[in-house]
Nanobody, 122 residues
Framework: QVHLVESGGGSVQPGGSLRLSCAVS?????MGWFRQAPGKERERVTRTFTDGGGADYTDSVKGRFTLSWDNAKNTLYLQMNSLKPEDTALYYCAAERLSARCGMEVYEYRFWGQGTQVTVSS
């Protein structure tokens, strides 16, 4: 089992920054952040493997969001800069223990946090 707890959401003006955290218990092979805006389907934002390597990002956040993994703290971070109103969503941390399931789709991930709200508005 993998247990995930997100924190760090909030309200910010356009152009501002937030950092999301996801505290992890268990031993996931990969982790990622997804988001769901009102009336829209959940979408992948970024993903990485916990044994190293880089992260991949959806096009709309490239250059603005940075994913990092602190192995000592078992915590996944998402640094979000230059935030836009269209980034407003409920952000979820997700994880998997099987590398074959570490894809780009929501349905592939079995372990989810409760979500943290990010609101970008002037």
């Amino acid at each position: 089992q993998v247990h995930l707890v997100e924190s760090g959401g909030g309200s910010v003006q356009p152009g501002g920054s937030l950092r999301l955290s996801c505290a992890v218990s268990g031993y996931p092979v990969c982790m990622g952040w997804f988001r769901q805006a009102p009336g829209k389907e959940r979408e992948r934002v970024t993903r990485t493997f916990t044994d190293g390597g880089g992260a991949d990002y959806t096009d709309s956040v490239k250059g603005r969001f940075t994913l990092s993994w602190d192995n000592a703290k078992n915590t996944l971070y998402l640094q979000m800069n230059s935030l836009k109103p269209e980034d407003t969503a409920l952000y979820y941390c997700a994880a998997e223990r099987l590398s074959a399931r570490c894809g780009m789709e929501v349905y592939e991930y079995r372990f989810w946090g409760q979500g943290t709200q990010v609101t970008v508005s002037s």
